[in-house]
């Protein structure tokens, strides 16, 4: 009898860590839900209805990965869903917002499917170790073309030639 006590005690620490956000795991989420929370006033965070209007408002100004969290939340006009309520009822008890988040994920995994897209510094990065998508990227981001670029090494010339003008060097 003790060793079934012990098996499901085990398999329940077991089953309870794994669902556990690792440590870049559902990195908009928490970012975004803890921005969210400090802009807060101390009367609204106890009410859960005011928390969702606040966070329709929040969402206006949103973009990129963040607009796509508040989407998948029902927190944009456009949302075909809404899980508002997961979101304002743990903020209203003052819930962290990784444990908010490991809520979310149990209700809509892909909400911790969104990830922030990792900087590339250019002052370290050798270009010619990068894939074309990255080179494109970096184009991309600085509103920059490479018209006539047909092979790796004419999206890197463009890069080198456009450089000085996007980065700074440190003395």
Known sequence: MKSYILYAVLLSVMWTSSLALKEDECEVCVKTVQRFADT????????????????????KGQKNK??????YLGGLEESATGILGELSKPLSWSMPADKICEKLKKKDAQIC???YEKQIDLNTVDLKKLKVRDLKKILSDWDETCDGCLEK???????????????RTEL
Do not use: A, G, M
């Open 153 to 167: 090494t004419d999206y890197i010339n463009r890069i080198e030639e456009l450089k000085p003008q996007y980065t």
């Open 40 to 59: 807060l006033s101390d009367d609204v965070k106890k009410d859960p209805k005011k928390i969702e209007d606040e966070f329709k408002v929040f969402c």
């Open 113 to 115: 499917d969104l990830r």
């Open 66 to 71: 963040e607009q796509r969290f508040c989407y």
